[in-house]
């Protein structure tokens, strides 16, 4: 090894000329400057492209200042500036500039700094690439990437101002479910048939793109009439079947969402950001779906973003408007109290009552679920220590969030609250969904059953739903399960009531007791009162009410 390092410390060659030498091998940009001094010497093809006064550029970031987009402006000045105070060895940063043309060009900076003898930045080399040249073409799909989609869009609003056009923008819906059940190779595939299958399909004035991920535009030039909506109904009969790629089998739906130019906006970042909230409402609304921009759309858009500053405030505030609710749960053939189901609940200080199903879906998309998942469980158990004080075989309900479930430490912190606490593990029934307690059995099993053997109870909420798959109750580890309330509406019908009885000696058979939500009437208890159950849940015997309440009512 010692012998190698000197033969590269004799090795000798015309250092004087190895600029030139690089520049001319290469159609990357070439530079090499002085940090010391601010100036850069700068490869011709750059000089030529960019309009530079010369191969050498004193004070050279401040030129380059005036030609950096001023959205990319601080990326870049912030990733120099590193390097140039020492902090950093080196940088790779994307930025667009003005070239002579005045176009705006992506390039890719990377760079490595050399110190001085007394450590001090001395001088600063790399290399340059302009991606609008190097990587017009996706590689995976071999369609044109989203640098070409925005310089097509800039392209058609310039040249041709208020001729009409649309942007559909589509997203695999569960990308990842593919990922994490064969690998990222696999899932490339899936997007390359995808890509193929869809520009198959598309009409002669439309254009698909690949921008990131799992996502793809399509342009539509001189839009008429339900275009989109055609569109989206080949895609959506062609995704609706399980399809299979080298004897694997897989299953994807795609969502979207579209806007159109110059109706709801005359510029790129607009357009492109009216298709993304299209797009994302799709999702929220249950996925494999086609949404059309509206103003609807942007103030549902606005509204959830400030209500989600609003949740980040309080919740930084230690939770300042958020409060526990507290709905019963009783034996089904007694009636007695058996415990209660922890739900929370927000009064936002600008709204008012916020409802869960519009704040709890904004806590999960942005991860705050997380803190607030954090407390609600504490609360939680804090008030079941007083509250098995009166009655010691109370069962505290807590719902959980997959995200919380996933979290690395997360029975470990569940340990911590118990034990600080004292409140006995019996007491405790976390709850999660039945969609993400059967999608995602190999992420949560394990975790549920470190939780079980602490004794822990655990319920599958909503059961009936989702994938209402009645083999998977076997093998998934809850102690208790939930028959959503869509079963009690018309219990009256001789379907829900077998199903209900159905499922209670399904579930008997497998060792997992079963508790009916959504009970609102006496006639609804009669029937259903001596058919198994083991507990009820519903307005019949209790709303969700505070915990004063909650005590003074049920717990005397």
Not at 14 to 32: C, G, M, P, Q, R
Request: aromatic letters at 12%; proline letters at 4%; glycine letters at 6%.
């Amino acid at each position: 090894m010692m012998e190698n390092d000197k033969r590269v410390q004799d090795f000798e060659y015309d250092k004087e000329h190895l600029f030139e030498a690089l520049a001319e091998s290469t159609e990357n940009y070439i530079y090499v400057g002085n940090m010391k001094t601010g100036t850069f010497r700068y490869s011709p093809n750059m000089v030529e492209e960019f309009g530079l006064p010369g191969q050498v550029v004193p004070d050279a970031a401040l030129f380059w200042a005036e030609k950096i987009h001023p959205h990319d402006s601080q990326v870049f000045l912030e990733a120099n500036q590193e390097v140039a105070d020492g902090r950093a060895e080196s940088h790779s940063v994307e930025y667009r500039a003005k070239n002579r043309s005045g176009e705006w060009v992506w390039l890719r900076c990377r760079g490595h700094m050399i110190r001085d003898e007394e450590g001090c930045p001395n001088l600063f080399a790399g290399i340059i690439t302009n991606l609008d040249k190097k990587n017009r073409v996706d590689h995976i799909t071999g369609l044109y990437n989203k640098f070409e989609f925005e310089k097509e869009v800039r392209r058609m609003i310039q040249e041709y101002p208020g001729v009409p056009f649309g942007i559909l923008q589509l997203g695999i819906d569960n990308f990842k479910n593919i990922n994490n059940l064969y690998d990222r190779v696999f899932g490339d595939e899936v997007i390359r048939i995808l890509s193929q299958k869809v520009s198959g399909i598309l009409p002669g004035n439309a254009k698909l793109y690949r921008m990131d991920g799992d996502e793809f535009c399509i342009i539509v030039k001189n839009p008429a009439g339900d275009i989109f909506e055609s569109i989206y109904r080949r895609i959506f009969e062609m995704c609706q079947h399980q399809q299979q790629y080298n004897d694997k089998r897989y299953y994807c739906t795609v969502s979207a969402g579209g806007t159109f130019y110059p109706k709801d906006a005359s510029d790129y970042l607009t357009l492109l950001k009216f298709a993304g909230y299209s797009m994302e409402y799709s999702k929220n609304q249950g996925k494999n779906r086609l949404t059309i921009f509206s103003d609807e759309i942007l103030e549902r858009k606005e509204r959830d973003l400030e209500l989600l500053e609003l949740l980040r405030e309080d919740i930084e505030n230690d939770f300042k408007h958020f409060t526990l609710y507290y709905q019963p749960q009783v034996e089904a053939r007694t009636g007695r109290i058996a415990g209660a189901e922890a739900l929370v609940r927000w009064n936002c200080e600008k709204y008012g009552n916020i409802p869960p199903y519009e704040f709890i879906p904004l806590l999960e998309r942005s991860s705050l679920i997380l803190p607030a998942g954090r407390w609600i469980f504490r609360q939680a158990v804090l008030q079941c220590r007083e509250w098995i004080k009166k009655q010691p075989d109370f069962l505290m309900s807590i719902n959980l969030s997959y995200l919380q479930v996933v979290e690395a430490d997360f029975v470990n912190f569940i340990c911590g609250v118990l034990e600080e606490t004292g409140v006995p593990s019996g007491n405790l029934l976390l709850e999660l969904t039945e969609t993400y307690l059967i999608r995602e059995q190999d992420r949560v099993n394990e975790k549920f059953r470190r939780i079980q053997d602490m004794g822990i109870s655990v319920a599958m909420d909503d059961f009936g739903t989702g994938y209402s798959s009645l083999g998977v109750l076997k093998n998934t580890p809850v102690d208790l399960v939930k028959i959503d309330q869509t079963f009690v509406r018309e219990i009256s019908s001789s379907f829900d009531v077998t199903f209900i009885r159905f499922i209670v000696a399904l579930c008997h058979d497998v060792g997992k007791e079963v508790c009916l939500e959504g009970l609102e009437t006496e006639d609804e208890y009669k029937v259903v009162k001596d058919i198994g159950l083991e507990y009820i849940q519903g307005y019949y015997f209790g709303r969700p009410v505070p915990a004063e309440t909650f005590e003074k009512n049920y717990l005397k």
